[in-house]
Structure formats: C-alpha cells, structure tokens
C-alpha cells in the first residue's frame, strides 16, 4: 500500500487537529503507511493518536518558516519520500506546496479548514496552491468562494465535509432537569463572536430569565489575548458573572455535549464545524449561526435554530425560544439531531473519499 504523510503544525484541541488525527487512523485501518508529523509542542490530540494506533512524530525546528520547511524536506528525505502527503492549515499546507516547488516527488492534497473572509492575506498561499493536485476545503461555501475568485482551481477543487466518531459521540436524549445548561466548545477568538453573545445573555438576564446557565469551553487562540481580555471586561461589565463560565479544554468533551440542554456556536463564519456535528451526534437540539455550512447541517426549526450573528437582539430571541419549548419538545429535535447525523457525518465516507484522491492517476 502507499505512503502517506499527514502534516500539521501541531495537535491542539482545535477541529482541524481532531480531524486529521481521525484521518490518519482511519487509512492505516485501510492499509496505508501512514505516518502523522507535526512541529509544535501542543499536543491535546496525542492520546487519541496513540489510542487509534498512531504514534505523531514532533519535529524539532526554531520559530522560522525557513527551519519548518527544511525540517519536513530532511525527514522525508530521511524516510524515503512518500506517495502522498495530505496537509491540514495554512503553514503546512504553504511548506508542502514548496517541498514540491524545489522538486520533491509527491501528490500534495492541501485541505482548506475555515471560511475565508478576507482574500489579501492570503495571496501568497492561493498562488503558491498550482503546485499542489488537489485543494480540499472542508465546507461547501470555501469551496465556492474559491472558485469564484480563482477559477483556476476549480479542476483542482474536492470539498470533503467533516467526519464525525458517532459511535463515541453517542446519544443521551435526556434532557436535565432544574437549570439548563446551554454549552459551547470553541477558541477564544473575535471569529466565535464572543462579545456579542455575552450582550445576548445579557438582554436575558434583563428580562428576568434566570433558568438558564452557559458554559463555554475552550483555549484563547495565539495572538487573541487582547481580545479575551475584553471578553472578561465585557462580561464583567454586564454582571454575568452568575450566567456564563468559562472553562479550559476538556479532554472528555462528550461528556460534557452528553449533560448539557443544547448546543450553541455564535461565530461569525465558519468552515464546517466538528462541534456542531459533534454534539448532533450527542443527541442535542443546536443554536447556530446563519453563515457558511451551518444551515446544510441545522435545520431551522426543525433539530434547531439559526439566528444572525450580527443582531444581538436575534440570538437572544432564539436563546429565550429554545428555553421555552418543553422538555420533551428539546428531547425529540436531539433525536432529530441523531438522526441527522448518522446519515451526513459518516467516516467510511469521508475516508474513501480521500482514498479516491490518494489512488487517483
């Protein structure tokens, strides 16, 4: 069977990470040489690596574009090449797009995880990208908004959603009693639209409804620490102090989508979001944002609600509806959820349809 090198720039707790993890396993079940490398220390996604039979390799480089390149180039060399090389995030995906340019002998699949708001930062990226043979985006919206504005990748272009484990994240269609617990899984970050959501409680807590307690879990992404201070500013300044906490990532996070009430992810945009399908899995009725992919997975009304991320006034309105329906009303939209997910979120899917672009000619 093929090589194959899957390569990131670390196994944070993020869903990039988890995915390509999951890929990895799932084509050494299928035969490959696989072989997982990353180079930075931030390991959250190490035991499950190791639990699918994976042992990552981190490589030891400085803080330079330069030192990562030559470090991946030296162990490939070192490791007798490889068939495949299948990258995940920006860095990786430019370092593997410039193994090929100074003339190393591999099929590069570049996957595009996020949706791409601003195009100017990454020029350089989307040029470098004719040296690769297939670009991957994990949401169907990237993939237009690619195209549209480089119609020279269309023929390159193979939009692979995201995998969900749904037999790990299995179902509990109970909802709890007393206090509901509405969770989010999700980084630090100006993307997940903190600051207004933090206003949305707070027209909550106005109206006097206290039966209701968020839970936010997640890491401050690099670079955004201003912005979690002004997360804890506002936060003070609205005196929710009583109605949000936020917590650090969790290793047994389907324990925690398995106790909540719902779901809720208020990002501004999204790629295709592992949380959402993740707590789907779980059995969980989802709050989301209108944007992206979001509306190919929730259904309005039906397992969920979509609100837009740019009105306050309508986030909280979809909060205050979901914590008005009955118990039994939420058990059956995460039924629903279930349902959903078991027919979408399918590994054997998505790891064939990698497979076709491995074996491709």
Not at 76 to 99: Q, T
Not at 194 to 204: C, D, F, N, V
Not at 243 to 257: G, Q
Not at 333 to 348: D, L, N, Q, V
Request: hydrophobic share 35%; charged share 25%.
């Amino acid at each position: 069977m093929k090589k194959v090198l899957c390569l990131i720039d670390g196994l944070g707790a993020g869903g990039a990470e988890r995915q390509l993890v999951g890929l990895a396993i799932l084509l050494k079940q299928k035969g490959y040489q696989v072989e997982l490398v990353c180079y930075h220390k931030d390991l959250f996604c190490m035991p499950m690596a190791q639990q699918g039979g994976i042992t990552p390799i981190v490589l030891s480089v400085k803080n330079s574009q330069w030192s990562k390149l030559m470090a991946i180039r030296h162990f490939i060399k070192n490791k007798g090449g490889y068939d495949c090389v299948i990258s995940y995030k920006d860095g990786p995906n430019a370092i593997g797009c410039l193994l090929k340019l100074m003339g190393m002998k591999f099929k590069l699949l570049v996957s595009e995880r996020n949706t791409t708001q601003v195009i100017n930062g990454k020029k350089r990226l989307y040029r470098l990208y004719r040296f690769t043979d297939y670009i991957v985006p994990n949401s169907y919206s990237q993939g237009a908004f690619l195209t549209q504005n480089y119609p020279w990748m269309r023929k390159k272009l193979v939009t692979i959603t995201n995998y969900t484990d749904i037999h790990h994240f299995s179902p509990n269609y109970k909802q709890p009693d007393g206090i509901l617990s509405i969770m989010t899984a999700a980084r630090i970050a100006k993307q997940k639209n903190i600051l207004r959501y933090l206003e949305a409680i707070s027209i909550l807590k106005k109206k006097g409804v206290t039966n209701v307690h968020f839970d936010w879990y997640g890491h401050v992404q690099k670079g955004e620490g201003e912005y979690w201070n002004a997360v804890l500013a506002k936060a003070k300044e609205l005196d929710l102090d009583d109605y949000i906490t936020f917590h650090p990532n969790v290793s047994n996070i389907k324990d925690y989508y398995q106790e909540c009430a719902t779901f809720c992810l208020p990002s501004s945009y999204e790629g295709y979001p592992n949380v959402v399908c993740e707590a789907m899995s779980c059995g969980k009725p989802v709050l989301c944002s209108r944007v992206c992919d979001n509306g190919n997975i929730v259904k309005d009304g039906y397992n969920g609600l979509l609100f837009n991320p740019n009105s306050v006034e309508d986030i909280a309105n979809k909060i205050e509806q979901l914590i008005s329906m009955t118990k039994e009303e939420r058990e059956e939209w995460g039924k629903r959820s279930r349902s959903i997910a078991t027919e979408m979120f399918s590994e054997e899917s998505f790891v064939n349809k990698y497979i076709e672009l491995v074996e491709s000619k």
